[in-house]
């Protein structure tokens, strides 16, 4: 496999995991957002639809989300 691919892998997991520690809402979905984004790149460098479309709807999702936040001008922690 391309060293890109695998070093796009490992930051797309580092991202991920640095979003679950963050607190506030806002912050954890723009991290998870970058996340979401290197796993759609690394996806297309391996080829790999599911991990393309899951990338894109998850990016859809954080971006619906951030914009709700921002208009709310609210970005504490929610209770799930």
């Known amino acids: 496999m391309n060293w890109i691919a695998e070093v796009l892998g490992y930051l797309a997991i580092a991202t991920g995991f640095f979003a679950i520690t ?4 806002g912050t ?6 970058i996340s979401s984004f290197f796993y759609i790149i690394y996806g297309l ?6 991990l393309v479309i899951a990338g894109v709807i998850f990016c859809i999702i954080h971006i619906y989300h951030l914009r709700k936040l921002k ?3 609210n970005n504490k ?4």
Not at 77 to 80: E, N
Request: glycine residues 4%.
């Open 22 to 25: 963050k607190k506030d809402m």
């Open 28 to 33: 954890f979905r723009l991290w998870h957002l």
């Open 45 to 50: 460098f391996l080829k790999s639809s599911p």
């Open 71 to 73: 208009k709310n001008g």
């Open 77 to 80: 922690t929610q209770a799930l």
